[in-house]
Every structure is written in structure tokens, then in C-alpha cells.
T-cell receptor, first 114, second 115 residues
Framework: SAVISQKPSRDICQRGTSLTIQCQVD?????MFWYRQQPGQSLTLIAT?????????ESGFVIDKFPISRPNLTFSTLTVSNMSPEDSSIYLC???????????FGSGTRLTVV | AQSVTQLGSHVSVSEGALVLLRCNYS??????LFWYVQYPNQGLQLLLK??????LVKGINGFEAEFKKSETSFHLTKPSAHMSDAAEYFC?????????????FGAGTRLFVKA
């Protein structure tokens, strides 16, 4: 299965600033996703990162707040924009290919907004 | 649409005892079911998955789960708990529908193992 490198692993950011998280997969994958895991909670899907087109966002998440890029089949970025303390969470990238169910996860980015 | 319910946010067992983590799902189409484990400050690791075929699936670290369609359940078991099994466990369901193929996670169950 694919191996994912996600960075940064953690960051402390000032409110009002933006942070871009990178997700690099060691092989081409058809599907890439971004999740948020708030403290002590489960994973919530933010969006599906589509290669060469705009991401598909879940209810409650918008492109202006969480712009996503996916320029090719091995790389994606998630930006958390105009951050507030409520954005403090772990953000996880997930990837896999159709027909090979059970996606691989990155180790996550632990974001603290102060 | 899919949903997952994990019964019990915390489960405590003694070392060597049976581990049983409960998961019930809802899906309007045939589901794919997964169990993931998350150790502190780490990402998620796939324990096992059910897609089609044999309803009893075996995973890593001695875990197994049985898909019971009539009960819409996919409970995770391990015959003998080890201290290293202490972690957060997530049940998840995926299905292909008009929204594409995406995975929905349960709330998670934290497993404590007592010496």
C-alpha cells in the first residue's frame, strides 16, 4: 500500500495567518482526502482532492477557508486560511486507489492556533 | 448515505482477556467496512477490512472482525489483550454512491489494557 509523507508534523500559528500542509504519496493514487480530527474526537472529512480540478467539499467546509490543490497523482496540499483558535486540530491526509480499499493515512499535522 | 456507530467510547480489559469493540453501520448500498487503530500522536493504521467474500476477516496484531449483514454489525475482537493494544480504535464504512467513494468514521473507542 501507499506510503504518505505529511508535513509539517506540527505547528503553532498566530490567529489570522494561514498554514499550508503538504501530502506526498510514494506512488500514484486515484483518491486523496483531507480529514480534520478535533481534540478527543473522530475524523471528519473535509474534502476529496481531485487531480486537475477543484476539490469536492463536505457540508460545513468551504474552499475559501480550506483551499486544496492536487496538481498530480502523488501530491496534494491543504491550506487552513485566516486561522482562529477553533481551527486547532489534527489534519490528516489519506490516499488510495479504487479497487484497493482501505486507505493509507499520513501521520497528521497537529495545528495549534494562538 | 452511510453512518457508523461505535458502542462505548471507552473499553477497559485486563491483559490476556478478550477484547470486543462493537461497531454497527448503516448503508444504502453494499458497504466496505474497516477498522483502524490510532496510537497517541500518530496517524491511523489499517487493522483489517471487509469488502466482499468471507465474512470473517483477519487483520494485523491478532485482531479479527466478522461482518454480519443481518445485524448490520462489524465487531472487532482479539482473544487475548496485550498492553501494546492500548490505543484508539475507529470503525469506518465506505460505499460508492453519487458522492463518490469516501470513508465515514465512527466516534472511536479508546481501549485501556490493565496489567
Amino acid at each position: 500500500s501507499a506510503v504518505i509523507s505529511q508535513k509539517p508534523s506540527r505547528d503553532i500559528c498566530q490567529r489570522g495567518t494561514s498554514l499550508t500542509i503538504q501530502c506526498q504519496v510514494d506512488s500514484q493514487v486515484t483518491m486523496m482526502f483531507w480529514y480534520r480530527q478535533q481534540p478527543g474526537q473522530s475524523l471528519t472529512l473535509i474534502a476529496t482532492a481531485n487531480q486537475g480540478s477543484e476539490a469536492t467539499y463536505e457540508s460545513g467546509f468551504v474552499i475559501d477557508k480550506f483551499p486544496i490543490s492536487r496538481p498530480n497523482l502523488t501530491f496534494s496540499t491543504l491550506t487552513v486560511s485566516n486561522m482562529s483558535p477553533e481551527d486547532s486540530s489534527i489534519y490528516l491526509c489519506s490516499a488510495g486507489s479504487q479497487g484497493n480499499y482501505g486507505y493509507t493515512f499520513g501521520s497528521g499535522t497537529r495545528l495549534t492556533v494562538v | 448515505a452511510q453512518s457508523v456507530t461505535q458502542l462505548g467510547s471507552h473499553v477497559s480489559v485486563s491483559e490476556g482477556a478478550l477484547v470486543l469493540l462493537r461497531c454497527n453501520y448503516s448503508s444504502s448500498v453494499p458497504p466496505y467496512l474497516f477498522w483502524y487503530v490510532q496510537y497517541p500522536n500518530q496517524g491511523l493504521q489499517l487493522l483489517l477490512k471487509y469488502t466482499t467474500g468471507a465474512t470473517l476477516v483477519k487483520g494485523i496484531n491478532g485482531f479479527e472482525a466478522e461482518f454480519k449483514k443481518s445485524e448490520t454489525s462489524f465487531h472487532l475482537t482479539k482473544p487475548s489483550a496485550h498492553m501494546s493494544d492500548a490505543a484508539e480504535y475507529f470503525c469506518a464504512v465506505s460505499a460508492i454512491n453519487t458522492g463518490g467513494f469516501k470513508t465515514i468514521f465512527g466516534a472511536g473507542t479508546r481501549l485501556f489494557v490493565k496489567a
